[in-house]
Structure formats: structure tokens, C-alpha cells
């Protein structure tokens, strides 16, 4: 459950980070002039970008870092987050890295 809070997290906070720059660009291809807003947003794009970083991060921990703690000598399961959660958390990460380049990627297209 944890994976997929971090996840949905990260997806929201980029999102959010790169809304300043996607949202004017969408409304000028749709014609509304007033997306023009989103770009106030702009100031706290770092701290979206923070955010979403501390999520994959979390997320990223909760899927493929956690360890069991066990005796000496003992066997010990290791959990790991199921093969659809790590397919899950890879579509989240390339999809946060996209809105958190879509400034620059974005400079080619307009």
C-alpha cells in the first residue's frame, strides 16, 4: 500500500512542478487564454520537484530496498514490491522526469 501512495504522490507533485509551463502551452494550443494563470505556479516548481523526488524515493525504497530483519544463520524472506507495483513505479518515474523536463523539452515546440 505504501508503493502505491508514494507513486500516486510522485505522479501529483511533478504533475504540479511542471503545471506552470504545460498549462500555458496547452492553452494557447486550445485557444483559452485564461491557463495563462498556471504559470504563477512557477515559483514553487522546485518545491514540487523536492517533493516528488522525496516520493520516487520512497517509493523506490518500499519497493526494492526493503530488507527483513533476521537472525544469524537463519533464512530470511526477502520482500520485494510485486512484479505490477515495479512496472508501476518505472511508468511513474519516466512520466515525473517527462513534466519535470517539459520547460525544456517544451522551448522546441512553441
Known sequence: ???????????????????CCIGPVVGVLLGVGGLGAAASLE???????GIT?????????????????????????????????RTLLWIT???ALIFAAAPYLL???V
Do not use: H, N
Request: proline share 2%; with cysteine; glycine share 10%.
Open 107 to 109: 522551448q522546441w515546440v
Open 1 to 19: 500500500m505504501k508503493e502505491i501512495v508514494t507513486g500516486i504522490g510522485s505522479v501529483v507533485s511533478a504533475f504540479l512542478a511542471s503545471l
Open 93 to 95: 518515474t519516466v512520466a
Open 53 to 85: 523526488f522525496v516520493f520516487l524515493g520512497g517509493a523506490f525504497y518500499f519497493t526494492y530496498g526493503r530488507k527483513e530483519d533476521c537472525e544469524e544463520g537463519e533464512a530470511c524472506e526477502v520482500r520485494q514490491g510485486s512484479r505490477w507495483q
Open 43 to 49: 515559483v514553487y516548481r522546485p518545491y514540487f520537484l
